[in-house]
């Protein structure tokens, strides 16, 4: 098998697994005040400590939760109870995942006023215009670092930078799932008050995510309950979830930098190769995009056959992005890929364990496929 569909999700690594296997064995409920419950929460302590050295935070500035849609929904609803009555301005851009466009809309419905900045016809967005649709009126800004169906890479830290000089009191959200353990995240750098991470997107198990809440801010939960997570997340911690989510970031951290040296030119090998095929098109290319997500197109074929077609020859990519399920991806369009080429577009995202021979073997397979496959006008 050729799995180049990292950016729906990656496989648990080894350290993962047995994370989660500790977790399962040490079955405690960390609230309990015996030694099987300290030996729960000894584990996820361990693992809280692990993110936030990730990101350069402290362990009580972390928050597990059972995925990027909670971390995302807790800080988009937690900063509107928190500000929204007040203020009624939310800043955000057409490209982000339903992870947070969906919980923007909401706020829409509630009331709030939404100002989407989009691509401009470069594909671009600048920091300039994320920063003039703020103003004095506006409680939130939520924007993702890493787009997951092209790889752009928006310009947050300047964008939070410039907005925090001037609105200190603006709430900024990041979503940075297929940013984390991928390029450099830090919360000092990044200038953002919240950050949702998702564990299935780096080597953990899927149902755990984490919320960064920067120290000194205080937004309302989204479930109330017993207190667990002092009082953001109630609910019985998944220890063996929160273990392995732990585990992957340590296996993960020290090597953030090799990696994206690895997959720069495994994206560049693709590239290359993409340019000696006359039907294929590289969707989005920018000096600063992501190289773990890719979009081409292949002229003439339509996406869901395409990836059906690879799925026989043993090789894995979706068509646009996994949450899109064959809809006409929106996102695609306002990074301006024409209307004809969304139709025949795969996403192609690589992970740290993924070769030049796998480039290879998806390229003669598309090469397969423009021969064998009928060609749709
Ligand atoms: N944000 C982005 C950019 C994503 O790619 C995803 C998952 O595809 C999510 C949020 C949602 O993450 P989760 O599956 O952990 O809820």
Same mark, same amino acid.
């Given at each position: ?19 989660? !296997? ?8 960390p609230s309990s005040l015996h030694k099987c ?28 939760? /059972? ?23 939310? !800043? ?21 006023? !939404? ?26 800004? /939520? ?12 310009? !947050? ?132 995009? /992501? ?37 006409? /991806? ?48």
């Amino acid at each position: 098998m050729i799995y180049l569909d990292n950016a729906a999700t990656t496989k648990p690594c080894e350290s993962a697994v047995r994370g989660v !296997v500790k977790g399962l064995e040490l079955f405690g409920n960390p609230s309990s005040l015996h030694k099987c419950g300290l030996d729960a929460e000894l584990l996820v302590s361990g693992a809280r400590e692990a993110v936030a050295q990730s990101l350069g935070c402290t362990a009580d500035e972390i928050f597990f939760t /059972s995925g990027a849609t909670e971390s995302s929904n807790t800080a988009i609803f937690g900063a509107f109870k928190s500000q929204g009555k007040r203020k009624k301005r939310v !800043v955000t851009t057409t490209v982000e995942h339903p992870a947070t466009a969906r919980p923007v809309d909401e706020l829409e419905r509630l009331g709030c006023e !939404v100002v989407r900045v989009s691509p401009d016809d470069n594909g671009e967005i600048t920091a300039h215009d994320i920063f003039a649709a703020v103003n004095d009126d506006t409680f939130l800004v /939520s924007v993702m670092l890493v787009n997951n169906e092209t790889g752009a890479v928006l310009p !947050v830290q300047k964008a939070f930078s410039m907005i925090k000089k001037k609105y200190p009191h603006v709430i900024t959200h990041c979503d940075c799932v297929q940013g984390y353990m991928k390029l450099p995240v830090k919360t000092k750098t990044l200038c953002a008050d919240l950050i949702s991470l998702s564990g299935h997107k780096i080597y953990a198990p899927k149902g755990i995510g984490a919320l960064y809440v920067r120290k000194g801010l205080h937004i309302p939960p989204l479930l109330f309950g017993g207190g667990q997570e002092k009082n953001m997340r109630s609910g019985t911690e998944s220890v063996p979830l929160i273990c392995g989510f732990g585990e992957a970031v340590k296996a993960l951290s020290g090597s953030v930098a090799q990696n994206l040296e690895k997959v720069r030119e495994l994206e560049a090998y693709f590239f290359e190769k993409c340019a000696e095929n006359e039907d294929i098109t590289v969707n989005y290319r920018s000096d600063t995009k /992501s190289p773990y997500v890719n979009s081409i197109s292949v002229r003439g074929l339509r996406s869901e056959v395409l990836l059906h077609f690879l799925e026989q020859q043993g090789i894995y990519v979706s068509s646009g992005s996994a949450c899109s399920k064959g809809k006409k /991806s929106s996102v695609l369009q306002q990074f301006r890929i024409p209307v004809q080429a969304l139709d025949s577009t795969i996403r192609v995202s690589f992970g740290i364990d993924n070769t030049k021979a796998d480039v290879d073997e998806l390229m003669k397979a598309l090469t397969l496929a423009g021969e064998q496959l009928a060609k749709v006008k």
